[in-house]
């Protein structure tokens, strides 16, 4: 009956008692759940299974809302930045998680269940029995199944919670202009700006005066006037003449925003997340999994396809979308086009005949040549090799970048959970630190108590227009805006 019944009898291993709790008002135990069914889901908050498993529980939840089920996640980080609390409370802000999250930052509750890989469900019984634990994605009717049985059986004998416990959600939502803004992209003095959380796109003028919004507002893959459309936290913008394409990317599609017709059209995707391995075909036809970039160079929109570890493209003329580079495994590995392994690609940026994209979870940047259709990687070396360092690009390091965009020589990368700005010298192949903890002299640094300009907080992308880097300052909820020349940060003033 469930797909990962233990062969014992396994009781399941208490909370620790001093560990911080997230999106809670009070600490939970196993002692307080009893007669409740437990799931807890391991994750971490750059994992892009991580989250396509996020919006399976968040419709579980619905279906057993007022039942004696509970689910908890443990966040048990790979990076750095994501041990740190506040950066939790943000990410369980950005994907709206109403339930509670433990923050397991040295992996002690990992090691006690025999967690081995993100995500991973576990579920626990009424009696606090070990019942259930399977790594991945997918897990959908598994877990229901599971759900389902555990309640018909501890009905039957008695053995369920009489009232199900109330949890209240901690967590507010940004009442800011901006929530999460994801992408950006400029074109002709017009910005777009990927308002990811708002569920929207905004263009507005260089001064940031809005001249569009696009989108309602609503959660949802809808067709048509701007006032109607609606997306559900797009992330990559890029503009083509007087339209800009969208990754669309929990609506796993790819849209196209026509600013003369006032129009909003799908392109790519059914709204239903892709398998992993696909070969593509006509535009509305297939599922896609979890686009988080776009870049174009004629009639092709190159699509930073995350959710399969690969760049795929979109032909204009053909209406054909089909997967380009990487072979769909995750790693960081190097050769043809089609051969290549990629990891959770999620930034990506064309000049002349190369593409060059971020792959986040090797914290990596690489390149595309179009001439050769080799994969190279400029600077990054493995999974789990990330931090902050400077240097020689065969040994500087990064942390979860996801954005970037490039000159004839230079690369300017959001690295994200550094939260900084690097620049890659392609001709000296060095890599310096521009804004951030080790930015150069006369530019604010993060955590400096004598600084009186707000530092950048989880970047995640930037465009570079009339020497000024137009910055998406994610976790701060703004655009910020640095001159080149003489080295100062403003913020963007966005208005009406």
Known sequence: MFDNIFSKVTKASEFPSDFDWVNTKELLSLEKLKGHIIVLDFWTYCCINCMHTLSILAELEKKYEGRPVVFIGVHSAKFFNEKDRKNIEQAVMRYEISHPVLVDKEMTVWNKFGVSGWP?????????????????????????DTIDVLLEKHEKSHTLAREPIKITSTIQKSNTTLSFPGKISISKGRIAISDSNHNRIIVTDLSGKI?????????????????????????????????IFVADTENHALRIIDLQKNQVTTLVGTGKQGSWVSPGGKGREI?????????????????????????????????????????GHENIIDGDRTQAQLAQTSGIFIYDDIVYFVDSETSSVREIDLKTNYVRTIAGQGLFVFGHKNGNTDEALFQHPLGLCATSNKIFVADTYNSAVRVIDLENEKVSTIIGKHGMGGICKIGDPNCDTLGLYEPSDMELYEDKLYIADTNNHIIRVYDLKTNVLKTLDIRT
Do not use: C
Request: hydrophobic residues 40%; proline residues 4%; aromatic residues 10%.
């Open 211 to 243: 001249e569009h919004i696009i989108g309602s507002g609503k959660t949802g893959l809808v067709d048509g006037k701007f006032s109607d459309a609606t997306f559900f936290r797009p992330q990559g913008v890029v503009w083509k003449d007087d339209s």
């Open 120 to 144: 991973t469900i576990v579920i626990i019984d009424p009696n606090g029995t070990l019942v259930y634990r399977q790594s991945g994605e997918g897990q959908r009717e598994s877990i229901e």
């Open 287 to 327: 599922a896609i999994s979890s686009p988080w970039d776009v870049a174009v160079k004629n009639n092709l929109v190159f699509i930073a396809m995350a959710g399969n570890h690969q760049i795929w493209t979109y032909d204009i003329n053909t209406d054909v979308v089909r997967p380009f580079a990487g072979n």
